[in-house]
């Protein structure tokens, strides 16, 4: 048996104090400290989670084919992962480096069992249950990291339960976002960073998962500096220089690894007859902006009132809680332990801002555990206030004036129990009308019944080439119909000059185009997209209005 | 296909190897209790225990005097201290015999009789002479500090350990690019890597600061007069027979020592070091290691240096083959795994020498961050050159004897050479 000698009860004061009065320090010096929160041994704590977590799927779950509509991103992303899967490479088309492609190589892990038993479910409506585990591993690392920030047991339960319950987060995380997935892997480079522990390693590790967000969604690259706050405030004097340059370290590394694939790929610079890396990411930057998101009628204020439309709860009062915390991070102990994700609800608020930016429906997404967060925490900053702060003065009264002391406290509890039922009267009504929306309504019968008729209808799938947006890709795949060259994403026809090439004659070349609201908006700028869609007549239709499907038979083609 | 394969396999044993290395050498920053379990409690109370301090001494009479003096400002009441010189070497036993008439109870003097002569024999010598409780070693040419021995008491007493092993730590990092890593490594060796050995129950001693209950060491046959690497065997020993090591970091507490004068003779101490690892490792002591993970631990340390050579010759191979040999991109994305680890243990060994800067008070500039940066290579190639040169030392001469005289007649070189017979 050896070991090394047993820990010296925080030998960080100075050692030239001598012995005894060094002892005195040590136990005097820090006013309070905190517990340490073990969760896994923890029964409330594991229990409160869990029936949060039930609660939290089922809102999720339910109808989550139905509502939202599927869109053309989401079937995309599920078209890559289903290439990944089919080992064609990480993309149905070329990859052209638009995103990293770690997030649908994720998404192909997540669908890879399903797919195998039932090749037919991997197609977006079915396989947004495997975005549910993604929810899922969120939420509890929602509540952990809440919990590791020092937050009290009921305000981590609110944090969660405001991100997993917010008409907003029911539908964005329904859809097989990139954004989610990124979401998970930071919220648990948080969750390591204010590890409490202070392990290097565990650091070290927060700095992988960072990456690794990084890599999932590129737009987590401004979340870093927030991360790096938290890593900084929950690290150890003395270990600190090891642990956070470590965790640098791993996070530059691993997303390094991303031009080193492309350079393996002799794909890193912008050349001739081949996409690139740098190609790619000019694209990103250069995307036309979306405007002022205050400015009504820009794109960005259309984004921003679509947010709003679903919550106005978490996004403003989230914002409001990370201005509060951030305001009162010189007196507020919460405040400073919660410095890192208030940080970031401030940076993607102020990226939000940028006239020139293109913000993405999308965008809210990284933000939506931040804001639930910073909104728990700032309630639970109020209600000590409401409850405790000055309590002292007054628990030290004299004793004849007992009376006083009790009127008090009684005073606050008013307070506090009049301000709780006014937030629960003013959020429940509303939270409940949009997620009754998202638990009942059918968004997406045209799209089905387009897919049924497609597979129902056309005769010889394997020589018909269709024209169609990616939600509904691979469903014509799995009809029968040629992936890539007989089912063709719309954008392909006219972006991608591999497919270009196979239809020399231009929409003649095409039998039948399955216009989407996506497909019509886009089809301005895509000429062959276009014409495909004037030489066309539709013979069948699928729903009204603005959000129809028509199913359109190219006249003239080689039928 | 199948270079492919090769390539992947030795990448992936080559980032486990690098990455356990990283891991360990990074014990003692793991979590800021594990740091501040490295450190030496404060001696509490009264002193419990007397030493005999051993320090052998050849050919070295313009240290050895202030070495004793130093030790007897010890703030500790009751040790003594036993200079072991050769009856070839009058001038170190002058200086000794002066020191010993200047304070003959606590200041003896032992004469080394072997006709070759090396450190372990010298030792041994002294063994049973020993009069005190715990039995310590020094060398010659130590800065001891003088808190040392009332720390190491209260270590013994309060945690009932049968050894106790002390900071060493080279000083002179500015001295050249070479001393620059060579304390670097000290500083992860003992700042770090050997608590975790501690805690492991496997552990190679180091050759000075090293602190033995006397009739332990006695027990145990006092040390292997024919291993080059007499210390770390006789840690190696004491482990597999179960004996309890304590092992404490103090940065104003360390003995501190220099870095070998020359390029050659730092050359020469790491073969030697290199010779006496394979040595440990060939008597097979560390075979009766009861745990498994132990057994690994104790094969894998004592193959550091072999592992160390072969992966500094490989990793650019390997990432040349990445680059311009026609691989499959995955597989070439696996060659870079070492690559990674190197890069880490680089950044670590930045923060290191910052930290180590901090804790002697000694200024770091940007010049030595580069030397580091790109002395590593070269060092690697050093140490590397140390491990070939110790395989082909010990293949060819088998006869342990041999080996051990010419290491005596190295002895015999004064101060340019003196360093290699030490650690």
């Known amino acids: 048996m050896t070991t090394t000698l047993p820990p010296a009860p925080e030998a960080t004061e100075p050692v030239s104090a001598a012995p005894a009065k060094a002892t005195a320090t040590t136990t005097a010096a820090p006013a309070y400290v905190r517990p340490v929160v073990r969760f896994r041994s923890s029964r409330p704590d594991l229990l409160l989670c869990g029936v949060l977590l039930c609660v939290i799927l089922l809102v999720q779950g339910w109808n989550i084919t139905q509502f939202p509509t599927l869109s053309d991103d989401e079937g995309t992303y599920l078209a890559q992962a289903w290439a990944v899967q089919q080992g064609e490479g990480l993309a149905h088309y070329t990859y052209w480096y638009d995103h990293p492609p770690l997030g649908w190589i994720q998404i192909a892990f997540l669908t890879w069992i399903p797919s195998l038993i039932a090749p037919e479910t991997m197609s977006v409506a079915s396989m947004r249950f495997a975005m549910l585990a993604v929810s899922a591993a969120c939420a509890v690392l929602l509540y952990v990291l809440a919990r590791r920030l020092f937050l009290p047991r009921w305000a981590a339960g609110l944090a969660m339960a405001l991100f997993g319950l917010s008409p907003l987060s029911v539908v964005l995380q329904r859809e097989i976002f990139l954004d989610n997935i990124a979401v998970m892997w930071m919220l648990l480079a948080f969750c390591l960073a204010a590890s409490p522990s202070r392990h290097l390693w565990h650091h070290f590790a927060a700095g992988l998962t960072a990456a690794v967000s990084v890599l999932t969604k590129e737009t987590m690259l401004v979340v870093l500096p927030a991360l790096l706050v938290t890593m900084w405030r929950h690290s150890h004097r003395d270990t600190r220089k090891f642990a956070v340059t470590g965790a640098i370290t791993a996070c530059a590394l691993i997303g390094l690894s991303y031009p080193l694939y492309a350079l393996l790929n002799s794909e890193l610079f912008p050349g001739a007859g081949h996409v690139s890396l740098i190609d790619g990411i000019t694209y990103q930057m250069s995307r036309p902006g979306s405007g002022f998101i205050l400015d009504e009628g820009t794109g960005s204020h259309g984004v921003l009132t679509s947010w709003l439309y679903y919550d106005t709860v978490l996004p403003v009062g989230g914002l409001a809680g990370a201005a509060l915390l951030l305001v009162t991070v010189r007196w507020s102990v919460t405040a400073r332990a919660l410095a890192g994700p208030a940080l970031v609800v401030a940076i993607l608020a102020v990226v939000a801002m940028r006239p020139s930016g293109y913000l993405p429906a999308m965008y809210v997404i990284q933000a939506l555990p931040f804001l639930a967060l910073v909104l728990a925490a700032a309630v639970a900053s109020v209600a000590h206030a409401v409850l405790r702060r000055g309590n002292w003065g007054a628990g030290q009264a004299r004793p004849g004036l007992s009376t006083a002391p009790a009127r008090a406290r009684a005073a606050r509890l008013t307070a506090a129990a009049l301000l709780a039922v006014a937030a629960v009267g003013y959020v429940v009504p509303r939270w409940y009308d949009g997620n009754r929306a998202a638990l009942t309504v059918d968004a997406n019968a045209p799209y089905r019944a387009a897919a049924a008729w497609m597979q129902n209808e056309v005769d010889d799938p394997a020589n018909t080439r269709v024209l169609v947006d990616d939600a509904l890709w691979l469903d014509l795949v799995h009809d029968g119909f040629e992936p890539g060259t007989g089912a063709i994403w719309f954008y392909k026809a006219d972006l991608d000059p591999a497919v270009a090439k196979t239809m020399p004659r231009g929409w003649r070349d095409l039998d039948y185009v399955v216009s989407s609201p996506t497909v019509r908006r886009d089809a301005v700028d895509l000429p062959n997209v276009k014409s495909a869609l004037e030489h066309s007549t539709p013979v069948a239709v699928f729903g009204t209005g603005e959000d129809r499907i028509e199913i359109r038979r190219i006249a003239g083609g080689e039928l | ?423």
């Open chain 2, 1 to 423: 296909m199948l270079i492919s394969l090769f390539v992947a396999a030795i990448s992936v044993a080559l980032f486990w190897m690098a990455a356990f290395t990283l891991w360990w050498q990074m014990h003692a920053w793991r979590t800021p209790e594990t740091l501040a379990a490295t450190r030496f409690d404060r001696p509490e109370g009264g002193v419990g225990l007397s030493f005999s301090l051993l320090l052998p001494a050849r050919h070295e009479q313009a240290v050895l005097e202030h070495t004793v003096e130093r030790l007897l400002e010890s703030s500790h009441s009751n040790f003594e201290i036993i200079v072991i010189v050769g009856h070839d070497d009058p001038e170190t036993a002058a200086v000794a015999e002066r020191a010993a008439a200047r304070d003959p109870v606590r200041v003896r003097v032992i004469t080394d009789t072997h006709e070759t002569k090396n450190k372990p024999k010298a030792l041994n010598t002294a063994l049973p002479h020993c009069r005190g409780d715990i039995v310590g070693v020094f060398d010659a040419e130590d800065q001891v500090h003088p808190e040392l021995l009332a720390h190491v008491d209260h270590a013994f007493t309060s945690t009932g350990a049968d050894v106790v092993q002390g900071g060493v730590q080279l000083i002179n990092f500015h001295s050249s690019w070479y001393s620059l890593r060579n304390c670097l490594e000290y500083f992860f060796w003992f700042r770090s890597r050997l608590h975790l050995h501690a805690q492991k129950g496997f552990i190679p001693l180091g050759g000075n600061t090293v602190f033995v209950r006397t009739p332990v060491l006695r027990e145990a046959g006092g040390w292997d007069p024919n291993c080059l690497a007499e210390d770390c065997d006789l840690g190696v020993r004491l482990s597999s027979a179960g004996k309890k090591v304590v092992v404490a970091y103090d940065s104003d507490m360390v003995t501190r020592e220099e870095t070998p004068g020359t390029l050659m003779s730092l050359l020469k101490q790491r073969t030697r070091w290199n010779q006496g690892f394979l040595q440990v490792y060939r008597k097979k002591d560390w075979k009766q290691l009861p745990g498994r993970g132990q057994r690994m631990l104790a094969r894998y340390t004592l193959m550091t240096p072999f592992l160390q050579a072969y992966s500094g010759v490989v990793i650019p191979v390997n990432v040349a083959i990445a680059l311009f040999l026609d691989v499959p991109v995955g597989v070439a994305i696996v060659t870079f795994l070492p690559l990674i680890t190197a890069m880490v243990t680089f950044v670590f060994e930045i923060v290191g020498l910052h930290d180590f800067g901090k804790q002697y008070g000694l200024r770091v500039r940007a010049i030595h961050y580069v030397k580091l940066v790109v002395g590593g290579p070269f060092y690697q190639v050093l140490l590397a050159g140390a491990a070939v040169r110790a395989v082909w030392r010990e293949q060819r001469g088998r006869n342990e004897w041999e080996l051990t005289s010419h290491v005596g007649a190295h002895l015999t070189e004064v101060s340019g050479t003196r360093e290699d017979a030490r650690r």
